[in-house]
């Protein structure tokens, strides 16, 4: 019992709010829907996840800095391809993983010249880069799928450590990575600086072009890291892959409590955040809603807890007595 | 030397437009000579309509500053246009059509400015939410099918020209640009607008409303998505629901081509309306030259990034 207390004193209020909110849904749909609550499809759920937790780690990186990158999920479409035509031309399945991960990490160091160097506002710079990517998508799939892939790499990565799938291991691998590096290394703190006031970090000697063109690049690896996970499971790219990923892991990032404003990020509330948003998109497709409703629900929740968190916040400084704000 | 600048600035892009849009033109009759007619330029203004009032309020969102961006506008071109449909569908007057397009995108445009300004949610993920709910709400509405049944009295607006210039772009959409043009020099109210994107601090010190004219603005924005989308049903006869797909890149692109500054406070829209025509003559160029539509969202994408590439080396250099 005691053990259970400091576990959830580890927890902040928002992750507690994120966890009840998991707990509801997912009692509300398994009592809508019998499919719902049976152990294939908490399989799938946490396959679906697997992407998206690893752009949304990249992710909160970007946001806590004060950055974002809409083309995050075109990036992982981008990799997706270079890893299957590595696989449709035989290269062995290792290098073949190898190849997502460095495909992805190279289109980040592409997005940090543009946005770093170039000094232009993250989000034009990355909507920018959105078009060019998607033609660059079309041009070298020629409007053609890539499908029937070798199965080797899928073989490789399919196998699990110790009963649990290798793209966990990975995936708290690559938190644990982040989460020394934001709270044991000069780097974490050099971010969070930059999101709270990039003059203020440059007047105190941070190198902010030097952190911001890591995130960047740590973000593009991520992604690219996420196609080969893609790439394994599905063994097929589309020219959709990865279109939607970039407005699920904002949404995603900002419902677990990581400030756009830069300054302040949760790892825990961004694994809760996709958890959330994963089991919400799969219960309302288990009970019938048509998929085509999904952007909307995700766009209405990024909007609703963005105001309900202004809107708390407000109700509990009336409610001490201090000035709005 | 300041003020020589100033009064240089816009008439220094508007020459740049025009140096390339002959570039363009020039370079679509050496490929394609049969191209280069009356008729295309007749095309390419029909085009330019929804463009041009989308990036006019982009434009002006952009200017006031306060790191507004409006990345809602072609989610609120469908929906406006898809709500009419609807409402029409359910037994509204259709002599009520036009004003009932409007007065929807008034309205998602109001919901930005009111998460911009009382919630103060950054413009950036405010308008990245609503993008993905009204383009999502569109789709969603319809099923994804074209909404037939735009009364047959509105399609001679939508369709027909005078002297070779479509109607829309004659009634809508110059309109439009004259009256802001007019609105920013020459009224108190628009030099607020420069002021509160050139120094927000300053300008609520002496005492501009600034929030309550940032609300206006993003209204505004979504009025002019709104006609935007009543050109869609009149020209096309009916609401599609993936009318203003890319309109966030392009009317982006056209603004920042046109001169607007993306900090805001400083341009003119007398360069957006010239970027809006220069970006459509170069897609009807390559469509024209059969080249696939796909090219078009990574042109204008890099054509994006280039833009501000070179205004910030500029800056370097002066």
């Known amino acids: 019992m005691r053990r259970l207390n400091r576990a959830m004193s580890m927890l902040t209020g928002r992750e507690l709010i994120l966890l009840a909110a998991c707990v509801v849904i997912t009692i509300a ?79 980040g160091l592409v997005t940090a010249a543009v946005v770093v160097l170039g000094r232009i506002p993250a989000i034009v710079g990355t909507l920018g880069l959105l078009g060019i990517y998607r033609t660059a998508i079309f041009v070298v799939l020629g409007g053609q799928w890539l499908s029937g892939l070798p199965t080797g790499l899928t073989e490789m990565l399919g196998t699990g450590l110790a009963g649990v799938p290798l793209s966990f291991w990975m995936i708290a691998l690559a938190y644990l990575a982040v989460w020394l590096a934001l709270r044991r290394t000069p780097f974490g703190l050099h971010l969070l600086a930059i999101g709270n006031s990039e003059e203020k970090a440059r007047l105190s000697g941070i190198s902010v072009i030097k952190v911001r063109f890591a995130a960047f690049v740590i973000s593009g690896m991520l992604a690219g890291l996420a196609a080969t996970f893609y790439v394994a499971t599905y063994r097929n790219v589309e020219m959709s892959t990865g279109s939607t990923l970039a407005l699920d892991a904002i949404a995603a990032v900002v419902l677990g409590g990581t400030s756009i404003l830069g300054g302040r990020c949760s790892l825990v509330g961004t694994v809760l955040g996709v958890l959330l948003l994963r089991i919400l998109q799969n219960g309302l497709l288990l009970i019938g809603v048509p998929s085509l409703w999904q952007t909307v629900v995700t766009g209405g929740l990024l909007i609703a807890v963005l105001s309900l968190e202004v809107l708390a916040g407000r109700l509990s400084f009336s409610k001490l007595g201090w000035a709005s704000r | 030397m300041n003020r020589l600048r100033s009064l240089h600035g816009p008439a220094l892009v508007l020459a740049i437009l025009a140096v390339l849009w002959v570039v363009v033109l020039g370079g679509l009759f050496v490929l394609k000579p049969t191209a280069l007619s009356a008729a295309t330029m007749t095309t390419v203004l029909q085009f330019s309509t929804i463009l041009a009032l989308a990036a006019l309020g982009q434009a002006l969102v952009i200017l006031a500053g306060g790191a507004g961006i409006d990345l809602s506008v072609g989610g609120s071109v469908s929906l406006s246009a898809i709500l009419a449909m609807l409402a029409l569908k359910a037994g509204m007057p259709p002599l009520l059509l036009p004003v009932a397009c409007i007065v929807a995108g008034l309205l998602l445009g109001l919901f930005n400015g009111l998460l911009v300004t009382r919630l103060a949610i950054l413009p950036l993920i405010a308008t990245l939410g609503t993008f993905f709910a009204y383009s999502g709400l569109a789709l969603a509405l319809t099923g994804g099918a074209p909404q037939p049944g735009v009364p047959q009295w509105l399609l001679p607006w939508g369709r027909g020209t005078l002297g070779g210039v479509p109607l829309p772009f004659v009634s809508a959409a110059l309109p439009a640009f004259v009256l802001a043009g007019i609105v920013l020099v020459f009224t108190a109210w628009g030099r607020w607008i ?71 406070g400083r341009g003119g829209v007398g360069g957006v309306l010239a970027a809006v025509v220069l970006l459509v003559t170069l897609k009807t160029g390559l469509l024209q030259l059969n080249v696939n539509t796909v090219w078009q969202v990574g042109i204008v994408g890099a054509l994006l990034i280039f833009v501000l590439l070179a205004d910030r080396l500029s800056q370097r250099w002066r």
Not at chain 1, 64 to 93: E, H, T
Not at chain 2, 196 to 221: H, K, Q, W
């Open chain 1, 29 to 107: 749909f398994a009592s809508a829907s019998p499919v719902f609550a049976t152990p294939e499809n908490a399989a799938t759920i946490m396959r679906n996840s697997v992407e998206l937790l690893l752009i949304g780690l990249g992710m909160t990186l970007l946001l806590a800095m004060g950055g974002i990158d809409v083309s995050i999920g075109v990036v992982m479409g981008l990799s997706a391809i270079a890893v299957g035509r590595a696989l449709g031309a035989d290269l062995d399945p290792a290098l073949a993983a190898v190849i997502g991960p460095l495909t992805g990490a190279l289109l």
């Open chain 2, 194 to 264: 420069y002021a509160m994107g050139f120094n927000e601090r300053s300008a609520r010190l002496v005492g501009i409303p600034v929030d309550r004219t940032r609300l206006i603005l993003y209204g505004l924005s979504g009025m002019l998505a709104g006609v935007a989308g009543l050109v869609s049903l009149a020209w096309f006869g009916s609401g599609r629901p993936n009318i203003g797909q890319n309109l966030e890149l392009e009317s982006l692109t056209a603004a920042m081509l046109g001169g607007i500054a993306i900090f805001g």
